[in-house]
């Protein structure tokens, strides 16, 4: 019986999640996209126009695996989730990579995705709700032609869906770290940004390192011997998908490059703040120097007709310094010395 004569006729759009459970849309190339029952789910009735996509998310999976034929795929649920790997069955094949989920001020989680592809059919397996799959679902909201892709092809796209989160995260990266050089260059009196420079700086190493250990992976992907019988478009698509996830990989060092050059910015900005405070300080001390000096000689006990004068004597050299101290300033507000 084949899988599209079991399927329970709905058509249109792919199904929400509701929460935890498995997902199975069968895209026909001559018939509608509609969700497939459950318990109508084989995988060996799937003709070369049809590809049947299953989705699930959270427990349960073991289960299912084994009710596909899939129960080799087992042993890789016991590993690090937050480990990206590759592994060929033959007839099938499973990648683990991990997105980025958005978080508070640049706290990202990991999301881990298992992706199992094999002919005519691609299983999705993770834990939580996935927002990039939920795009997917969202933007294929009429009868699509998404079954006459093959496995490989959806997989490369889905795994396209998630590199997109690393780009979306550079983004976010990079506007925080504009909108700190703004208030940087901003503030006449600026203050400490040395926290916010250090959650910065944390935030872009920890993307590196959630993003390089998948080189592994889109790089086998990418050699000729993965998959040798998909055929040339097939492999064309995995080397653009590798190409892609090394131009990510370039935008993360970019991005940690910009939040270096903030350090820098910042070190800059302190040093010539510094540089003002010196010169102030340098002028202030001169100008209180020569005033003493002036005190000083008119302190010397001479018997000129200047020491006679009295109280007039004393208002003029009140005056005199005043009159050089308003001179210095005057002087130091024309030169822009503060």
């Known amino acids: ?125 993770h834990r939580e709700p996935l927002d990039y799959l939920a795009q997917l679902r969202d933007r294929e909201r009429a009868e699509t032609r998404i079954g006459v892709l093959s496995a490989e092809s959806f997989t490369a796209s889905l795994l396209d869906w998630q590199m997109s989160t690393y780009f979306d995260a550079v983004a976010e990266l990079e506007a925080d770290v504009d909108e700190l050089e703004v208030q940087l260059l901003a503030d006449p009196k600026p203050r400490d940004y040395v926290a916010e420079l250090a959650v910065l700086r944390r935030a872009a190493s920890r993307l590196r390192r959630m993003i390089t250990p998948h080189r592994q992976v889109y790089g086998a992907m990418a050699r000729p011997d ?18 892609r996830f090394e131009r990510s990989l370039d935008t993360v060092e970019t991005a940690r490059e910009l939040v270096i050059g903030s350090f820098e910015l910042f070190a800059t900005h302190a040093a010539q703040r510094t540089n003002d405070i010196m010169r102030v300080l340098t002028f202030v001390t001169v100008l209180l120097g020569t005033l003493a000096v002036l005190a000083g000689v008119l302190g010397m006990n001479f018997d000129t007709p200047f020491f006679r004068t009295g109280t007039r004597g004393f208002v003029i050299a009140i005056v005199s310094m005043l009159g050089l101290v308003a001179g210095a300033l005057a002087l130091a507000r024309w030169r822009r010395w503060w």
Do not use: K
């Open 1 to 125: 019986m084949r899988a599209a004569e079991a399927a329970s006729g709905h058509s249109g759009c792919l199904p929400e999640p509701a929460g935890d459970g498995t997902h199975a849309v069968l895209f026909d190339a001559d018939g509608n996209d509609r969700e497939q029952p459950l318990d109508a789910l084989r995988l060996d009735a799937l003709s070369e126009r049809q590809l049947l996509w299953i989705d699930h998310q959270g427990h349960g999976v073991r289960d299912l695996l084994r009710r596909l034929g899939l129960g080799d795929a087992l042993p890789a649920l016991d590993d690090d989730w937050e480990r990206p790997s590759l592994r060929n069955f033959g007839e099938w094949f499973l990648v683990h990579v991990v997105a980025i989920a958005p978080g508070e001020r640049l706290a990202w989680r990991p999301q881990s995705l298992l992706v199992l592809s094999g002919e005519n059919f691609v299983v999705t397996l």
């Open 226 to 243: 993965f998959r040798p019988e998909a055929g040339p478009d097939v492999q064309a698509q995995f080397r653009a998908l590798n190409e």
